[in-house]
């Protein structure tokens, strides 16, 4: 995992210290060591995570943090507070001002690094979402990104899930005015509660007698309608290994008992703003571009959202020293296919390939219909070799299952021609990324069909 990683602290030795740690982790590390450097870093930067401390002149970490949080530009950078204060109300205060996290000095090695690889995680999610967004702002939702959808005055709907009576009395009573709470005693009966219900957060105490709590946290987090959903873990005093175990599971937050209602209610707002952010702008997306830049035949982004997304990709990748690579596929002889079965047939068959080429690629791949019978996918995070085992795997699958046509129960044999190519070291364009690509896809039409080739300059 790798990200870009600010850290603001006025005092030298601190940023020192926590840079050598991230560097360790081939994090990549800005610094800075006032507010006002920290907000002109984020509003100008690829900024992943920020470790903010409190303690500053002339403008402490509350306030940077209030500020980035306010602009909707940076708002969706998560903030880590660090500070020497171990006070609730200081946990709190940061916590109000919009912060994700908060540590307290000395930080401990194993809390950093799995708190910033749990965010990472949770700011590419919004990256994508925010990137989609801003690729379709000729469509007209370019005010998307600037919505406030963290409505205060909607109760969230919570599930806790506990044995214990006690426990659970206390925690009603905390979230009497603040949310719409479910209780679950068992932990198998809440794992079906909370697959089956829209909950916005989802509590697990780890005081089960004869249940392992972190396997229920790894059961919410593989399904996919709670795979988004927050989950915070209510843990006893000495259990900081489980924690840290949650935290590399993909649990979002914590509270150590005896629980401070102040900052549960913290904790729980800060969980429910971040999702409802997310949801609504996942679904203001998907709502949105759907016609505008999608292919109405394979139900694939359209060459328009391509020309678009592609760009914005690329420079990411240059940006980021991450690798990017593109495959153009060509269903062979595929004119024949129309003139033999007319073009309804021609039509099911495109709809197969985009079928199977979708379940042969990543989510956070781009498939698109390029024109035609010829597709693009653009794999992020992927070097030329493993793009041409994928695109060896997509050749194979079409190559060995006949597509079916109508409701006969005919088939014919269908074969697919591949060109990958990758972003170069050095200099380079998305111009020239998809120009090798095609050439390559050429040169796999030219030498018999039915085949990979790949170029890599």
């Not at 850290?7 to 050598?20: S, T």
């Not at 219900?197 to 089960?208: L, R």
């Amino acid at each position: 995992m790798t990200a870009r990683i600010l850290v603001v602290d006025d005092i030298p030795a601190n940023v020192r210290l926590l840079e050598v740690r991230l560097l360790a982790e081939y994090f990549e590390v800005l610094t800075a060591t006032n507010g006002p450097d920290a907000i002109e870093t984020c509003e100008n930067g690829k900024v992943d995570v920020v470790l903010l401390d409190v303690m500053m002149p002339d403008m402490d970490g509350f306030e940077v943090c209030r500020r980035l949080k306010s602009d909707p530009a940076t708002s969706h950078i998560p903030v880590v507070m660090i500070t020497a204060l171990d006070q609730v109300s200081d946990r709190v205060r940061g916590l109000e001002a919009g912060a994700d996290d908060f540590l307290t000095k000395p930080v401990n090695d194993l809390q950093l690094m799995t708190r910033v690889k749990s965010l990472v995680r949770l700011k590419t999610l919004t990256d994508e979402l925010r990137l989609r967004a801003s690729t379709t702002r000729n469509i007209g939702i370019e005010e998307l990104l600037s919505r406030n959808f963290a409505s205060a005055d909607t109760t969230p709907k919570v599930l806790l899930i506990d044995e214990r009576k006690s426990s659970i009395e206390r925690v009603q009573k905390m979230l009497r005015s603040s949310a719409d709470l479910d209780i679950a005693t068992d932990p198998h009966a809440g794992f079906f509660q909370a697959a089956e219900t829209p909950y916005e957060c989802v509590m697990i105490s780890t005081g089960f007698a004869d249940f392992d709590p972190l396997r229920l946290c790894s059961q919410l987090r593989s399904l996919d309608r709670t795979r988004f959903v927050p989950i915070i873990l209510l843990a006893e005093q000495g259990e900081e290994g489980r924690i840290v175990r949650g935290l590399e599971l993909g649990i979002n937050d914590y509270l150590m008992r005896p629980i401070d209602q102040q900052e549960l209610t913290a904790r729980l707002r800060t969980q429910v703003r971040r999702k409802r952010y997310n949801d609504q702008l996942r679904a203001s997306v998907t709502q949105t571009i759907e016609m505008a830049v999608t292919d109405p035949l394979t139900g694939l982004h359209n060459r328009r959202y391509l020309d678009s997304h592609l760009q914005t990709l690329f420079d990411r990748a240059v940006a980021r020293r991450r690798p990017l690579s593109v495959m153009i596929t060509d269903l062979d002889r595929f004119k024949t296919v129309n003139d033999t079965h007319g073009h309804d047939g021609g039509d099911e068959v495109l709809r197969e390939f985009a079928r199977r080429l979708r379940k042969n690629v990543r989510g956070i791949d781009l498939a698109c219909r390029f024109g035609g019978e010829e597709f693009v996918v653009v794999m992020p995070d992927t070097d030329g070799a493993v793009a041409e085992k994928v695109a060896e795997r997509i050749r194979a699958e079409i190559a060995q299952m006949p597509f079916a046509l109508g409701q006969d129960g005919k088939t014919i044999e269908v074969t697919v021609s591949v060109g990958v190519s990758s972003v170069l070291k050095g200099v380079d364009s998305v111009a020239g990324l998809m120009k090798r690509a095609d050439l390559a896809l050429y040169e796999a039409k030219s030498a018999g069909r039915n085949r990979v080739v790949a170029k890599a300059a």
